[in-house]
C-alpha cells in the first residue's frame, strides 16, 4: 500500500537496487540499510528522496545487528547476502544464516511489520548433490510441517513440493580438487541451503506475528542498475552471459530470469493476499544456449560474437506455476534479456 514504510538490506546490488525503484515507483516509503553511505545509491534514488532514508548496520551477522533499525516499518525486505567470491565457508555461512535470523529475530520484535520477504535463490531448492534424475525444480516446504501445520492453518498453501534432501553438512570438505574453481560456486549453493532450513525453522517453531515469504529467483539477467564500467560484469549472472556470448563456451546453466521480474515479484509478494508461508520460484521461459545464439548472431552480427548455434545446453526443468498463479506474473522473454546485458556492455565498451 502506497505510503507504507519497507525496511531493505541489499539495495546496492543488483537485485536490491532494481528493487528499491521498484518500491518507490509503488508509492512504497524506504529504510534502507547499508553496510557503510553509499553515494551511488543516493544517486540512483534521489528522484524520491523525500521518502528514502538510510540506517547504517556494519556486521549483518551481529545478533544485535538489527536492533531499532526497524521500528515502525510495515515490511521488511531482506536481499543482503554474500555473492560468490572466495573458499572461506564462514564468509559464506555466518552472514547467509546469521543475517537472516538478526532480521527475523527484531522483526519479531516490531509489532507493526505485517511481512517479511526473504531473498534467496533457486540453488536453496537443488540438493548439494544436485538435481535428481527426472527432477523438476520447484518450490518446496520442509518434512516437518507436512500435514500437522497444513491441516491446522488453511491459509497456507503448499502447491509444489520436493522430497528431496535438502540437508548440509557445515563441516564437510567443500573443495573440489579437480576443478577448484568451482568451489565458490558449491559454497555459495550450501550457504543458501543452509539460510532457507534456518529460515523456515525458525519459522516453524516461533510462528512469529508477521506473514513470511521467500523468494527463489534462478541466474538473474538484464540491465543493471549499479554497475559502472564493463569490467563491472565479472562475477555476475550478466558475466555468465556474455562470455558465454563473446567466448563460445557455455560458462554455466542458462536457466533465467529477467532482473524486473524479479524485483517485481518482491512487491507482489507484499500484497495481503499472498500468504504465511509461502516460498516462490522466480525463473523465467526455459531456453537454449542455441535459442540465445540465434538472437545474438541475427540482432548483434558484427560484434565479435563466437557463440554459435550448436552450442549445447539448456534451462534446468522447472515448475514456476505458483509464482505465476499467485503472483501474477508473466516472465519476460529470453530476448529481452540478451537485448539489455549486449547493449550494456557495448555502451560500456564504446565509452
Not at 196 to 202: H, M, Q, R
Not at 217 to 228: D, E, I, K
Not at 287 to 294: D, S
Amino acid at each position: 500500500m502506497a505510503g507504507e514504510l519497507i525496511f531493505i538490506t541489499g539495495a546496492t546490488g543488483f537485485i536490491g537496487s532494481a528493487t528499491a525503484l521498484a518500491a518507490l515507483k509503488a508509492g512504497y516509503r524506504l529504510r534502507i540499510c547499508l553496510r557503510k553511505p553509499s553515494q551511488k545509491i543516493q544517486d540512483l534514488l534521489s528522484e524520491y528522496s523525500d521518502r528514502i532514508e538510510f540506517v547504517i548496520v556494519p556486521d549483518i551477522a551481529d545478533e544485535r545487528a538489527f536492533r531499532g533499525k526497524l521500528d515502525g516499518a510495515d515490511y521488511v525486505l531482506h536481499l543482503a547476502s554474500p555473492l560468490t567470491h572466495g573458499t572461506n565457508k564462514e564468509t559464506y555461512f555466518s552472514p547467509a544464516v546469521k543475517g537472516t535470523i538478526a532480521v527475523l529475530k527484531e522483526a519479531a520484535e516490531v509489532f507493526s511489520i505485517k511481512k517479511v520477504v526473504v531473498t534467496s535463490s533457486i540453488a536453496a531448492l537443488i540438493p548439494m548433490t544436485g538435481i535428481p534424475c527426472d527432477g523438476v525444480v520447484k518450490g518446496r516446504r520442509l518434512d516437518s510441517l507436512h500435514d500437522k501445520t497444513v491441516k491446522s492453518n488453511p491459509n497456507i498453501h503448499f502447491l509444489e513440493d520436493n522430497d528431496w534432501d535438502f540437508s548440509v553438512d557445515e563441516a564437510a570438505n567443500f573443495d573440489d580438487p579437480a576443478n577448484p574453481a568451482a568451489t565458490p560456486m558449491k559454497l555459495y549453493h550450501a550457504s543458501k541451503l543452509l539460510a532457507n532450513n534456518a529460515t523456515w525453522k525458525y519459522w516453524e517453531t516461533t510462528r512469529p506475528h508477521y506473514s513470511l515469504v521467500t523468494l527463489h529467483p534462478s541466474f538473474v539477467y538484464g540491465h543493471n542498475l549499479v554497475q559502472t564500467s564493463a569490467e563491472g560484469v565479472s562475477g555476475s549472472s550478466n558475466g555468465i552471459l556474455w562470455k558465454t556470448v563473446m567466448g563460445g563456451v557455455a560458462a554455466s546453466n542458462v536457466t533465467g530470469v529477467h532482473i524486473q521480474d524479479v524485483a517485481d515479484a518482491h512487491i507482489k509478494a507484499l500484497s495481503p493476499k499472498i500468504a504465511d508461508g509461502s516460498r516462490y520460484l522466480i525463473s523465467g521461459n526455459q531456453t537454449t544456449w542455441k535459442e540465445i545464439a540465434q538472437i545474438v548472431l541475427r540482432d548483434y552480427p558484427d560484434v565479435g560474437a563466437k557463440i554459435a548455434t550448436d552450442l549445447e545446453g539448456e534451462s534446468w526443468p522447472t515448475n514456476t506455476t505458483k509464482a505465476e498463479s499467485e503472483l501474477g506474473i508473466s516472465w519476460r522473454p529470453f530476448e529481452h534479456i540478451v537485448h539489455e546485458v549486449m547493449d550494456q556492455q557495448l555502451q560500456f565498451l564504446s565509452d
